[in-house]
Nanobody, 129 residues
């Protein structure tokens, strides 16, 4: 059974940092691209960072988080990470990790919610002074 479980969220002041984790099980992580999404109150869910399954570990970021967020993967630990620095109030959202249905999917078009077939339950990130 495919499972993705996010953790690491919390309350942080503007300019602070957090590291989110996405622990996976039920499938071989090294065969799948994974994308982080977020959803702020009253807004649509949006993709923010993708890490490709390829050996070169290609990553893609939304413009709003580029140079502040870093996505990485540890296949041996079945875990995907999202390192977030210089956090802003507008980063406040529930953060989700997601997996596509097929193993050949890449980061192309990965910021669309229709790309994802499996979702975690989400972890809340609140940036406030």
């Amino acid at each position: 059974q495919v499972s993705l479980v996010e953790s690491g969220g919390g309350l942080v002041q503007p300019g602070g940092s957090l590291r989110l984790s996405c622990k996976t099980s039920g499938f071989l992580l090294n065969y799948y691209t994974i994308t982080w999404f977020r959803q702020a109150p009253g807004k649509e869910r949006e993709g923010v960072a993708c890490v490709d399954k390829s050996a070169g570990v290609r990553t893609v970021y939304a413009d709003s988080v580029k140079d502040r967020f870093t996505v990485s993967r540890n296949n041996a630990e079945n875990t995907i990470y999202l390192e977030m620095k210089n956090l802003r109030p507008e980063d406040t959202a529930i953060y989700y990790c997601a997996r596509p249905e097929r193993s050949f999917a890449s980061c192309s078009n990965s910021f669309s919610t229709t790309w994802a077939a499996y979702w975690g339950q989400g972890t809340q990130v609140t940036v406030s002074s």
